[in-house]
Structure formats: C-alpha cells, structure tokens
C-alpha cells in the first residue's frame, strides 16, 4: 500500500524555520522524507540546522531572509530552485506577537499602542502573503503542491492583551480560505492552502508568562489550563502529525481548511 503521508521527493520551504515552532515543523518534515528550506533572519541558527540534518542524511539549506522583504524572498527562492531544482510546498511560519502590541492590563484601551499592533498585524498577515506570492509561483510552475499557513485558535475567540495578533491571525484565516478558493479555480485540485491553528504551547518564549519559576502556573496559565479540555499546554511535536498531513497527499480532497491543535480549547466554552 503506498504511503500517502510521505513526503519523499517533496521541496518545502519553511518560513520562521529559525523559530522554536518552526524547527518542530522543519524536523517533521525531514522525518517525512522532504528536503528542507530553512528560512529566517538568523543566518547563524538557519545554518546550524541545515548542517545538523544534511550531516545525519537529511537535505536541507539555510535561507536567510526577511518574510516583509520581497527581494530577499526572491533571492531565497531562487537559491531553492538552483539546489534542488523545483519546489512543493511552503509552511509560512513566520510571525507571532510582539512587546509594542501587548496591552497591559492598567492600561487605557482608547490610548493602545496602535503603530505596535500595526507591526504585529503586518509581520502576520503579510508575512503570510509575500512568501505566497514569491514561492507559491514556483510551487505553481512544479505544477503540484501545497501551501500551509500557521494560524492560532487566537483567530475564532478574544485572548486578552493581543489585539494585534488577534487580528492578525484572523486575516490569515480569511486569506486562507480566499486563496485557496481562487487556487482551486485556476489549478483545479493540483495546488491546495489550508491553515494549522495550534493551541497554547509551552517553550522558552511564554514560559515565564504561564507558569511560575518556583511550580505551578500563572493566573493567565491558569486560565488556559481552564479552558482547555486536555488540561495541559501542548509540545511543538504534537503539531507534525497534522503539518506532514497538510503538506503530503494524503489531504489530496482538503483545501481552504483549519485543522485546530489546541488540546481542545477552541471547542471548549469553559463551563
């Protein structure tokens, strides 16, 4: 019986590659049989990995570039096909929250930092856009593939203090099903974009803001824990099952979709 879920032969470039989730997705991959675009800001990082897999018999090259730079994108997609000669899919990883589009919790709500939102909208929502533009036509000239967006259940209910990212993820959203409609009318069903929306998962990054150096988690861990049917915060691993799913053809009916990795929380109303 073939394997479906294989992603042997594949080319996927992952943006945020450098990232904590984005290593998880670039790991999965490579366990999946594809070979790996790398791409992020940090030149060092993006190198280590690469090296990391091709030394253990993996393929994978470091692209270093700014998601809101489209020359960079274009340099970096370029840099693919000079490598490996086609390309199949893309993960856009890149994005996140940042300082400047947090509300704290004393502050006024008619005097939010509105150009911080603004960063943190941009780096979301359009850096899930210009690499589509840039390494979607390449998948488009392979003639087969699949893109994949990261959302965040951040996108269907309010999480207090990030506005920005709030709205930023639910404009993927949007895009997301947009494009993959108009996808499916000029490449039938070769080319398909869904989205993966994890849940709240615990790394370096948010430690401090859910859980307690001495045990035990914060008010605002507390309050995910509640709301989560699982009880618990996920592991970055737990999202490549649906991610290599996504990408492989084993989807091959699936597009315009959001698959929730979220331990229940997005379907849970708390009572």
Same mark, same amino acid.
């Given at each position: 019986m073939e394997?479906? =879920?294989?992603?042997?032969?594949?080319?996927? %470039?992952?943006?945020?590659?450098?990232?904590i989730?984005?290593?998880?997705?670039?790991?999965? /991959?490579?366990?999946?049989g594809?070979?790996?675009g %790398?791409l992020?800001?940090?030149?060092t990082?993006?190198?280590?990995?690469?090296?990391?897999?091709n030394d253990?018999?993996?393929?994978?090259?470091?692209?270093?570039?700014?998601?809101l730079?489209?020359?960079?994108?274009?340099l970096?997609?370029?840099?693919? +096909?000079?490598t490996?000669g086609?390309?199949?899919? $893309?993960v856009?990883?890149?994005?996140?929250?940042m300082?400047?589009?947090?509300?704290?919790?004393?502050?006024?709500? *008619?005097?939010?930092? +509105?150009e911080?939102?603004?960063k943190v909208?941009e780096?979301?929502?359009w850096?899930?856009?210009?690499?589509?533009?840039v390494f979607?036509?390449?998948?488009?000239?392979?003639?087969?593939?699949s893109i994949?967006? %990261?959302?965040?259940?951040?996108?269907?209910?309010?999480?207090?203090?990030?506005l920005?990212?709030n709205m930023?993820k639910a404009?993927?959203?949007? =895009?997301?099903?947009w494009?993959?409609?108009e996808l499916?009318n000029r490449y039938?069903?070769a %080319?398909?974009?869904n989205a +993966?929306a994890?849940?709240?998962?615990l790394?370096?990054?948010?430690?401090?803001?859910?859980?307690?150096p001495e045990?035990? =988690?914060?008010?605002?861990?507390e309050?995910?824990?509640r709301?989560?049917?699982f009880?618990? *915060?996920g592991?970055?691993?737990?999202?490549?099952g649906a991610?290599?799913?996504? $990408?492989?053809?084993?989807s091959a009916?699936?597009?315009?979709?959001m698959?929730c990795v979220?331990g229940g *929380?997005? /379907?849970f109303?708390?009572?």
């Amino acid at each position: 019986m073939e394997n479906n =879920y294989s992603l042997a032969g594949k080319v996927i %470039i992952v943006t945020g590659g450098t990232g904590i989730l984005g290593n998880a997705f670039v790991n999965g /991959i490579v366990a999946a049989g594809g070979a790996v675009g %790398i791409l992020g800001r940090n030149e060092t990082v993006a190198n280590e990995r690469a090296k990391a897999i091709n030394d253990n018999g993996g393929k994978a090259i470091a692209l270093v570039a700014d998601v809101l730079n489209e020359e960079e994108l274009k340099l970096a997609n370029q840099k693919v +096909l000079d490598t490996f000669g086609r390309l199949d899919g $893309l993960v856009n990883g890149a994005g996140g929250n940042m300082p400047g589009g947090v509300l704290l919790p004393d502050e006024n709500i *008619f005097k939010m930092n +509105l150009e911080g939102m603004k960063k943190v909208l941009e780096v979301n929502l359009w850096g899930t856009i210009l690499p589509t533009q840039v390494f979607g036509e390449s998948i488009a000239k392979t003639g087969k593939g699949s893109i994949v967006n %990261i959302s965040s259940m951040n996108s269907k209910s309010a999480v207090t203090r990030v506005l920005g990212y709030n709205m930023g993820k639910a404009a993927v959203d949007c =895009y997301n099903q947009w494009f993959a409609v108009e996808l499916a009318n000029r490449y039938g069903d070769a %080319i398909r974009m869904n989205a +993966l929306a994890p849940g709240f998962f615990l790394t370096e990054q948010n430690r401090n803001l859910l859980t307690k150096p001495e045990g035990g =988690y914060t008010q605002r861990g507390e309050s995910v824990i509640r709301k989560t049917p699982f009880k618990r *915060f996920g592991h970055p691993d737990e999202l490549i099952g649906a991610l290599v799913w996504l $990408l492989s053809d084993a989807s091959a009916f699936v597009t315009g979709s959001m698959v929730c990795v979220d331990g229940g *929380f997005s /379907i849970f109303s708390g009572v």
